[in-house]
């Protein structure tokens, strides 16, 4: 099992530039998380997935968009870049069984804004 | 409004000691607490989850305690070892969401030899 993996590990856009970020878990895993982690902050959830099919804002959501595209896989969009984006960006999932909300976090991709 | 605290500064302690770690609450009633461990370059690692009606758990060299009167939790590390030193961060089950965690920034440990 290769748990949650995500792709790149490292990116550096110039202001105005989009780009996708990729996540997927070979868990079998309901529900997925974006996170965003800036020096001194508690890692802030972007958006998540309870469910294939669903997506809904998370406390951060302004400036990205999600697919749940199977299962398997959830995407963070950035459409338009801006400095205040450069952030260290987590995925995760969890399985929700018997209300234990152990998530489980990819390696991150570390995102550079010029 | 609602806030995590975990102290800031880091916490040095010498090999074999025991670490604690602190985690204050405000303005939640989380029916559960969860502790993880991120190291440098790394996602966060789940170690231990406590439901509000369980005062302490514990799991080989690691204890937690959860007090919801005092909204205050307690990370211990009986014996460290230099290989515990790590970023050591609290969540709690953030209120009116879809078990969506609320984490605090963390506390860096750093064991001595």
């Known amino acids: 099992n290769a748990g949650v993996t995500q792709t790149p590990k490292f990116q550096v856009l110039k202001t105005g530039q989009s780009m996708t970020l990729q996540c997927a878990q070979d868990?079998?895993?309901?529900?997925m998380y974006w996170y965003r982690q800036d020096p001194g902050m508690g890692l802030r959830l972007i958006y998540y997935?309870?469910?294939?099919?669903?997506?809904d804002k998370g406390e951060v959501p302004n400036g990205y968009n999600v697919s749940r595209l199977n299962k398997r896989e959830f995407s963070l969009r950035l459409e338009s870049a801006a400095p205040s984006q450069t952030s260290v960006y987590f995925c995760a999932s969890s399985d929700q069984r018997g209300g234990q909300d152990t998530q489980y976090f990819g390696p991150g991709t570390r995102l550079t804004v010029l | 409004s609602q806030k995590i605290e975990q102290n800031s500064e880091a916490l040095n302690i010498q090999e074999g000691k025991t670490a604690t770690l602190t985690c204050n609450y405000t303005?939640?009633?989380?029916?559960?607490l969860q502790w993880y461990r991120q190291d440098p370059g790394r996602g966060p690692v789940f170690l231990l989850l406590?439901?509000?009606?369980?005062k302490e758990k514990r799991k080989e060299r690691l204890k937690v305690t959860f007090d919801t009167t005092l909204k205050q939790s307690l990370f211990h590390i009986t014996a460290s070892q230099p290989a515990d030193s790590a970023t050591y961060l609290c969540a709690l089950d953030g209120s009116g969401g879809y078990n969506k965690l609320i984490f605090g920034a963390g506390t860096r440990l750093a064991v001595h030899p």
């Open positions: 868990m079998n895993h309901n529900s």
């Open positions: 997935s309870a469910s294939e099919g669903t997506t």
């Open positions: 406590i439901r509000e009606n369980e």
């Open positions: 303005n939640y009633s989380p029916a559960y």
